[in-house]
């Protein structure tokens, strides 16, 4: 059976206590204080002999922690060092063997599904264009819709692929196109990749990087039309200008020319960007400007000038969970006035822009803005922040239940690791000090007493 195969392997946490593997629990407690005590770091000055004597302390701490727990040690002396930091769940829920050896199991077969998930990236968008005027003039609501599609995987340690498509309707008008890129790392600081496409924009191209310095990289790429034979050269230099921000310019020539210079800062709190672009038979400015509120929620307010556009957006978005975000953005331009619903899980979008007016109606536009932010507002205050008042309780008290801490009664708490008792044989309490959920706790028990952590009791 496994544990008899890998039973004579799993000894080396004994063996640091100097024990045998049949050792009682105050065998291992009276081993751990004696050795803890002897390569204590505090004891040593010479800094070779302190940094020895922390390392065996670290290890020393680390088999008792082990050996010291009842589910711990059951699972080391079955499967070793691999099942400890496999992350069992450990409790009552697993009291057998058996048990252990499926759950083991279980959390081998999951990390097998995520070293496939993080070689293969998928991400794609949907995106569906509404048109209220067209709807009330009896065109039906939908007035294009898009979909585009990308997988990238990493094949080897130097070499990666990215295989997408992308499809649009507009009215009665479609089409697609398909693309291929390979990526090849030449160095640590350069890289490589061939791209080509077919479709609407078939074409081929190379584009190489290369960091030229500790803050800077260079971008080159060279592309030809398969359609007309155009060729495009481009090149981009980026450069980190502090710890949160970073420059490029931009220079593109074939035949539609152009230099661009853009600006990218990101903080905790807030990250903003412009970009000022210069073609041949065109010029624009961007910019945008977003606020994190706290974790979850975030306002954003961006604009765009040029030669084809005039529009500003103002909006914002919460995550809604772990990997969802939705987002609503109100946008006023010459093309129209519009509202902008997007949802966000994973590397999957959901885009819906709803045409309101295609006049810039002053009256119109303000309340399209301050009706829909009004009701958000309200929605906000009485129902979803409740409801998510509500639901955040409920989880914390579940983690609470999961996450209990135990010591036994009867179990001396002067026995526990990292504890050094300065009365031998006399009466003593514990002062534990935590935090869980970003609360402070505070507790005082008796030697003797059993004490369960966490509790709404021990709150400060």
Not at 37 to 66: L, S, V
Not at 202 to 209: D, E, F, H, S
Not at 214 to 232: P, Y
């Amino acid at each position: 059976m496994r544990e008899e195969e890998s039973g004579p392997q799993n000894r080396e946490l004994y063996a640091l206590l100097h024990i045998s593997p049949e050792a009682s629990d105050e065998e291992i407690r009276k081993a751990y204080r004696q050795w803890a005590q002897i390569y204590h770091p505090d004891k040593y000055q010479a800094a070779e002999m302190k940094e020895i004597a922390t390392e065996n302390f670290q290890r020393i701490c680390e088999a008792y922690e082990i050996l010291s727990d009842e589910n711990k040690r059951q699972i080391y002396d079955i499967y070793g060092m691999e099942g400890i930091n496999s992350g069992l769940e450990l409790g009552t829920k697993l009291n057998k063997a058996e048990e252990i050896k499926e759950e083991l199991e279980r959390l081998r077969r999951q990390k097998e599904l995520q070293k496939v998930a993080a070689h293969l990236r998928p991400s794609g968008s949907i995106l569906a264009n509404l048109s209220l005027p067209q709807f009330l003039e009896g065109d039906g609501i939908m007035k294009g819709m898009a979909m585009a599609s990308e997988v990238q995987s990493q094949i080897s340690k130097h070499n990666a692929v990215a295989i997408g498509g992308n499809l649009a309707v507009n009215g009665n008008a479609g089409g697609g196109a398909a693309s291929v890129v390979l990526r090849h790392q030449m160095s640590s600081v350069s890289s490589i990749e061939f791209m080509g496409s077919m479709g609407l924009r078939a074409l081929l191209g190379v584009q190489t990087t290369r960091h030229i310095s500790t803050h800077s990289t260079a971008t080159m790429g060279l592309a030809m039309s398969l359609r007309d034979g155009s060729v495009n050269l481009s090149n981009t230099w980026t450069r980190q200008l502090s710890d949160t921000a970073h420059g490029n310019i931009q220079l593109s020539l074939g035949p539609e020319s152009s230099i661009a210079v853009g600006w990218q800062k990101k903080e905790q709190k807030r990250s903003a960007s412009g970009e000022i672009k210069i073609g041949t038979g065109s010029f624009g400015a961007t910019a945008h400007y977003t606020h994190r509120f706290s974790t979850k929620s975030h306002g954003r307010i961006a604009g765009r000038i040029g030669s084809t556009a005039l529009e500003l957006e103002l909006g914002g978005g919460r995550k809604i969970s772990e990997f969802s975000t939705v987002r609503m953005l109100y946008t006023v331009g010459i093309q129209g006035i519009f509202w902008k619903f997007e949802l966000h899980r994973g590397g999957q979008k959901l885009i819906v822009p709803v045409l309101l007016s295609r006049q810039l109606n002053p009256f119109f536009a303000t309340g399209a803005f301050v009706i829909p932010t009004s009701l958000y507002f309200v929605l906000k205050r009485f129902v979803v922040k409740p409801f998510y008042l509500k639901r955040e309780k409920q989880k914390a008290s579940e983690n609470m239940e999961k996450t209990l801490g135990q010591l036994h009664e009867g179990v001396k708490k002067s026995g526990i690791m990292g504890f050094c008792d300065p009365c031998p044989g006399e009466p003593k309490q514990l002062y534990v000090e935590y935090t869980f959920d970003g609360n402070n706790f505070e507790v005082i028990v008796d030697d003797l007493d059993e004490l369960l952590i966490p509790q709404e009791s021990h709150r400060i």
